[in-house]
């Protein structure tokens, strides 16, 4: 259905690759109503003339007080109490179990759901370091550490709030398990690529963490329901049978006011793409936006055009519309992609199809619209 939409949404679990978008030949625009863009091959979808935008913070606060609740829960030993109490046992322990106030929280990561996730654990009387590849202002008596081993071997909570990039893909495994106190915890709300799993029950196993509070996985399955093994990965079993680890269907953002907040956001980006050719906050594209546009006057058209980034495309596309008054215009450039926006007025219904006409056929265009 992809190829008759002039938009498409997905969450994180809709993948749109390279093979899936190349069949969407009318596709102007991708609505990602989640945080993370890594489900879409987003230089493709730039190349192939398709904005992507998606939400880049309205459920961050959601994981952050999600995390906080693992930290507290992971300490007290609160699941496996529970899961107790639930098969009719009755065990009270204190027994490793601790206050977090005066613990070291490791933030790795320090973006929108890291530096909230900072001030809520400080206001616990958490201490809270942070490593991140960008220098980032410290909120509170957070302190930016140089590496990521020193977060490690200082941390009796680890936190993962990174993206999935080429760098992050198992950045955590045994050398970083390792370079853990004794005794510390691991949580990975991030994505499922971050951390490798064999490691972590490794780890788990030979009691290095305390314990893990996983809500993202290598696969995850598509709907709600009863899954196989193979469908989170082969080694789901081993995860259920360990102690004090927090199993959770990558449920970070999912909370009735992140849903609501999102669909706001990521909606009145999609329209005002789509009616008005603004691609501020677009995560793959050149972010282009022009002052009102009023095409009630003066037989007004928004002239859109996305196109190759090379020499000489300007001069052409000004030309064709020199025949009439370019009130404003703008144009931007990413990578190979660049974007023009131009209000040109005196536009008759029959020059809107010529301009179209023209306008499509030059030789470095990826894509045209025209707003009237
Ligand atoms: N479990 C869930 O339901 C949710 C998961 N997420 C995941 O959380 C991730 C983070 O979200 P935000 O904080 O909003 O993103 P953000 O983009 O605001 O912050 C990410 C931070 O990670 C840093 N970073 C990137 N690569 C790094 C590396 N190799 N080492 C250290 N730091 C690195 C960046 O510089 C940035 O400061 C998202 O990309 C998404 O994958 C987001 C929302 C919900
Ligand atoms: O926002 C994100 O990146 C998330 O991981 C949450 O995704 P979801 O809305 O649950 O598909």
Redesign the pocket.
């Known amino acids: 259905m992809l190829t008759k939409l002039p938009s498409t949404f997905s969450r ?1 679990k809709t993948k749109l690759t390279r093979n899936v978008l190349k069949h969407a030949k009318n596709l102007v625009v991708i609505g990602c109503f ?5 489900q879409v091959d987003l230089e493709f979808a730039a190349d192939q003339g398709v904005a992507v935008f998606n939400s ?2 309205s ?2 606060r ?2 952050a007080e ?1 995390t906080i609740a693992e930290i507290i829960t992971l300490s007290r030993q609160m699941g496996d109490r529970s899961i107790e109490l639930h098969n009719g046992i009755w065990n009270k322990v204190s027994a490793r179990c601790w206050e977090i106030r005066g613990k070291t929280l490791g933030i ?8 909230q996730l900072s001030v809520l654990a400080e206001a616990f009387g958490m201490n809270v370091l942070y ?4 220098m ?1 202002m410290a909120l509170g008596t957070a302190k930016q550490v140089s590496t ?1 081993e020193e977060l490690l071997n200082k941390s009796d909570f680890v936190s993962l ?5 080429p ?2 893909k198992m ?1 955590f495994g045994t050398p970083q398990f390792a370079a853990m106190k004794d005794g510390s915890y691991l949580i990975n ?3 499922g690529s971050v951390v490798d799993i064999p490691a972590l029950i490794d780890a788990l196993k030979l009691g290095k963490l305390a314990g893990a509070a996983i ?2 996985y290598p696969q995850e399955p598509a709907k709600n329901g009863p899954f196989f093994n193979n469908q989170l990965n082969t080694w789901t079993s081993e995860l259920q049978s360990l102690k004090n680890i927090i199993l959770t269907p ?5 909370t009735e006011e992140a849903q609501s907040a999102i669909g706001i956001e990521v909606g009145t980006a999609l329209t005002s793409y789509i009616n008005e050719g603004i691609s501020t906050g677009a995560v793959n594209f050149p972010e282009v936006s022009l002052r009102g546009l009023d095409l009630d006057q003066d037989n007004a058209v928004r002239v859109l055009y996305i196109h190759q980034n090379v020499p000489g495309v300007l001069k052409t596309v000004n030309n064709i519309l020199s025949d009439h008054n370019i009130e404003k215009q703008f144009s931007d450039s990413r990578g190979d992609v660049a974007y023009l926006m131009a209000d040109i007025s005196g536009v008759t219904s029959e020059d809107i199809k010529s301009l179209y006409e023209e306008l499509n056929a030059t030789q470095y265009k990826i894509a045209v619209r025209l707003l009237y």
Do not use: Q, W
């Open positions: 994180n989640c945080i993370g863009t890594n880049p913070f459920n961050s959601s994981v999600m790795i990561g320090y973006g929108h759901i890291g530096s490593y991140d590849i960008l980032i990521l709030h990174v993206p999935e990039t760098e992050t950045m709300n991030s994505r809500d993202v990558h449920i970070g953002g999912s």
